[in-house]
T-cell receptor, first 115, second 117 residues
Framework: GAVVSQHPSRVICKSGTSVKIECRSLDFQATTMFWYRQFPKQSLMLMATSNEGSKATYEQGVEKDKFLINHASLTLSTLTVTSAHPEDSSFYIC???????????FGPGTRLTVL | AQSVTQPDIHITVSEGASLELRCNYSYGATPYLFWYVQSPGQGLQLLLKYFSGDTLVQGIKGFEAEFKRSQSSFNLRKPSVHWSDAAEYFCAVGALVIYNQGGKLIFGQGTELSVKP
């Protein structure tokens, strides 16, 4: 149980385009989802926390207009990278938990490459 | 400030040798501690977690970790390393979901483990 999926696993796009990444909890209701960014050989940096039905809380330094997060249902959160640029190329990982479960369940990640 | 430090960026051990990965934390509240493993290009898999109780925690794949409050440490150990253990290991600290933090985790920098045949 407690499986989180991400789609797509890998995406390549042109500079200036927008890219949407989906994060789904497959067998539980995710009251909270988290979005992380990971550069090569580096740790996970939390970008934002989203609770179902409310606006995401962004970490300091993360542009909310650039990284749009929607958590419209208890099983789906989306991260849209708007007007992507090469410096946005990274590995994006989502995680989810459910109120009462003190563990985050991580998705497999999405590799974004912006040309 | 809340932080997690993994002092060793890269460790190489021989297959069959013992392993210890270090983790030190700074956290204002009661810490909830985790160790995750990440294979290249993959997400994170939970190895073990500590919330309370016995300070020696057993995890999957033969790993264990010991919580030492006095040293603010949560070191990961394995008595005999297998070649398949080669991966990146992350220590993380967080708060209980119910305590307002929403389960937010703070990760260490990671330790890359290489295993020699």
């Amino acid at each position: 149980g407690a499986v989180v999926s991400q789609h797509p696993s890998r995406v390549i796009c042109k500079s200036g385009t927008s890219v949407k990444i989906e994060c789904r909890s497959l067998d539980f209701q995710a009251t909270t989802m988290f979005w992380y960014r990971q550069f090569p050989k580096q740790s996970l940096m939390l970008m934002a926390t989203s609770n179902e039905g409310s606006k995401a809380t962004y970490e300091q330094g993360v542009e909310k207009d650039k990284f749009l997060i929607n958590h419209a249902s208890l099983t789906l959160s989306t991260l849209t990278v708007t007007s992507a640029h090469p410096e946005d190329s990274s590995f994006y990982i989502c995680s989810a938990n459910h109120r009462g479960l003190d563990e985050q369940f991580f998705g497999p990640g999405t590799r974004l490459t912006v040309l | 400030a809340q932080s997690v430090t993994q002092p060793d960026i890269h460790i190489t051990v021989s297959e069959g040798a013992s392993l210890e990965l270090r983790c030190n934390y700074s956290y204002g509240a009661t810490p909830y501690l985790f160790w995750y493993v990440q294979s290249p290009g993959q997400g994170l898999q939970l190895l073990l977690k500590y919330f309370s109780g016995d300070t020696l925690v057993q995890g999957i794949k033969g790993f264990e970790a010991e919580f030492k409050r006095s040293q603010s440490s949560f070191n990961l150990r394995k008595p005999s390393v297998h070649w398949s253990d080669a991966a990146e290991y992350f220590c993380a600290v967080g708060a209980l979901v119910i305590y307002n933090q929403g389960g937010k985790l703070i990760f260490g920098q990671g330790t890359e483990l290489s295993v020699k045949p």
